[in-house]
């Protein structure tokens, strides 16, 4: 049974869902999941004693609660969120969902594995990995397996320098998210197109058995270069006949930090904060909009560039305080599996707004970008527009739209290149 917790507006348990669905469209997302946060579990009660039901009428409870504001006003919000309880175990139905996480053993796929393990939507869980991976899938997934949850996590392994096509059959036959953190890492002194091409070999492959073990899953591509990789990646799949907009690069970990450097500068709870981070995923083609966000457009001009950089780097902030031993994982994990369980939530009925790298409209001229996306039944429901961006957005707008030009032409070439195997 799904976690309950009290609402303190009318003392009433509800589960995650149901609170959502009765704050949706009023507040932000991101807002309801902070108030969530801030919501006491309910404690379960036993059959036949106190108030009676172990669910009693949510009216009930409201009406037996003392506070003058529960009494005085609860009594539509209660019926409206029973109204939004129904509607919500109607649509709940649509889940549970089978998730593959690719490279599920390394640095990212771990923790982002933890985190698609303890979502409620997700019913089986796999980890693929190679056998030269830190540790073997099966013991990640042994390890993920005893989580007091109903996931049943399996783990698939594959021999290295062999194709994926030929070993993901079971891994990945009925999936409705892929995740692929599977790929290297950039080491100091390599160049951009030398981690392009090893990257974009590894997320052939793995893009090649979801083309045909599931093709209508949700790719979802963590590897780096992403700017790169999902347009080669997104073409290829169209090419071969399917859905590009069913590849989308992951950007979240953007957003994420935006959300965090704002909070640290305001003093306000970055929960609460929602900064859209648009035009690519590398250095300059990062683009934070902090003018779209109430709490960070009150921050002075003069400081946006600095903040603007720090999102920017902060990327390398982390892989310099690791000393060169790795880059952000935790935080990436985090931020993946945030992606993920937006995806999965628009697929069970309840759409999500969350950034993301896809093939869009949002900007004339260039044939990917990211932007806010909507994240409905069907995956990417809609492309949102990228909106106002003040002088300082506007000016570094410019510099997004130079840097992508190149980055997308890379991964186009290597669509032109390159087939996706039957
Ligand atoms: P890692 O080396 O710790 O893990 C990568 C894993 O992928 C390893 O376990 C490896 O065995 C596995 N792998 C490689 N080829 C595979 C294949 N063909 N099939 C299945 N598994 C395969 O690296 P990491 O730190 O987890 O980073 C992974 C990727 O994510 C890198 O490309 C990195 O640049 C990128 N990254 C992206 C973001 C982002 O925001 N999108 C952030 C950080 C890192």
Redo the contacts with the bound molecule.
């Keep these: 049974m799904s976690e309950k917790r009290i609402d303190p507006d009318d003392k009433t348990a509800y589960t995650w869902e149901e609170l959502a669905a009765y704050y949706k469209g009023k507040y932000k997302k991101k807002e309801v999941e902070a108030y969530w946060e801030e919501c006491k579990p309910a404690m379960r009660q036993k059959k036949g004693k106190g108030k009676g039901a172990a669910e009693p009428e949510p009216k009930a409870k409201a009406k037996a609660k003392t506070k003058a504001k529960a009494e005085a006003e609860p009594k539509a919000k209660v019926k409206a969120k029973a109204k939004a309880k129904a509607v919500v175990k109607k649509a709940a139905k649509a889940g549970p969902f089978k998730v593959c996480v690719?490279?599920?053993?390394?640095?990212?796929?771990?923790p982002l594995s933890m985190f698609m393990a303890m979502d409620p939507n997700v019913k089986e869980l796999s980890i693929?990995?190679?056998d030269?991976?830190?540790v073997p899938?099966a013991g990640v997934a042994a390890d993920l397996s005893h989580l007091e949850k109903k996931v049943d996590v399996k783990g698939y392994v594959?021999p290295?320098g062999q194709k994926?096509i030929d070993h993901t059959e079971a891994a990945l036959t009925g999936c409705s998210l892929v995740l692929?953190?599977?790929?290297?890492?950039?080491k100091p002194g390599q160049t951009r197109d030398d981690?392009f091409k090893i990257?974009a070999d590894?997320a052939k492959?793995?893009v090649e058995a979801c083309a045909k073990y599931c093709p209508e899953a949700i790719v979802a591509?963590?590897?780096?270069?992403?700017n790169s990789i999902v347009p080669a990646m997104a073409e290829l799949y169209e090419k071969k006949g399917l859905d590009p907009m069913k590849i989308v690069?992951?950007?979240?970990?953007?957003c994420v930090r935006a959300a965090k450097f704002v909070g640290n500068i305001t003093g306000k709870n970055p929960n609460f904060i929602n900064v859209p981070v648009v035009g690519g995923?590398a250095g300059k083609t990062i683009l934070p909009l902090f003018s779209q966000d109430k709490t960070a457009k009150t921050i002075e001009a003069d400081k946006i560039p600095d903040l603007d950089v720090k999102v920017q780097d902060a990327?390398t902030e982390v892989v310099n305080a690791k000393n060169g031993k790795?880059?952000?994982?935790l935080?990436?994990g985090y931020?993946?599996a945030r992606l993920g369980k937006a995806v999965l939530a628009g697929l069970a009925g309840f759409r999500r707004v969350e950034c993301a790298y896809v093939k869009s409209d949002a900007m004339e001229g260039f044939k990917y970008f990211t932007s806010k996306v909507v994240f409905g039944d069907k995956g990417v429901s809609k492309v949102l527009p990228i909106g106002d961006l003040s002088e300082h957005e506007k000016t570094r707008m410019e510099e997004v739209k130079e840097a992508m030009k190149a980055e997308i032409e890379t991964g186009m070439k290597y669509a032109e290149a390159n087939d996706l195997a039957a």
């Design positions: 690719c490279g599920g053993a390394g640095g990212i796929g771990q693929f990995d190679l030269i991976a830190m899938p594959m290295v994926p692929i953190p599977a790929g290297m890492p950039r981690l990257n590894i492959g793995l591509l963590i590897v780096n270069p992403v690069g992951v950007t979240t970990l953007d995923h990327g790795g880059s952000a994982t935080s990436m931020a993946g």
